[in-house]
């Protein structure tokens, strides 16, 4: 079976929450990466895989070496999914503070 995974899945995991991290600033091997962590590689690999395919980092070859960058156009995707979101709450919680407001009146 051959599930299509997406980019709220990818970062559901904090495993690969921490990777988004890492790679946000610099580009890494899998080496790299895995060395951040008390995991085996190939579990990290997968995690690695995940986040490819979800496109949250895209892969560059140069010789045997394959470097991993972060890919922060499929983020702007996740933030602009949650800005309504944020924006509902930001209302309620003005909302609140002038209520607060009134009742220490």
């Given at each position: ?36 962590f ?51 709450w930001?209302?309620k ?13």
């Open positions: 079976m051959n599930l299509r995974r997406d980019i709220f899945q990818a970062i559901a995991d904090p495993t690969r929450r921490t990777i988004l991290l890492l790679l946000a600033s610099q580009s890494m091997t899998a080496g790299a990466i895995a060395s951040n008390d995991t085996a590689r190939p579990t990290i690999s997968k995690h690695i895989q995940i986040l490819t395919e979800c496109e949250l980092l895209r892969q560059e070859q140069k010789g045997r070496e394959i470097s991993y960058h972060f890919n922060p156009n499929k983020m702007k995707e996740i933030a602009e999914w949650l800005l309504p979101f944020a924006k509902m930001d209302d919680f003005n909302k609140l503070e002038a209520v607060m407001k009134n009742y220490k009146s």
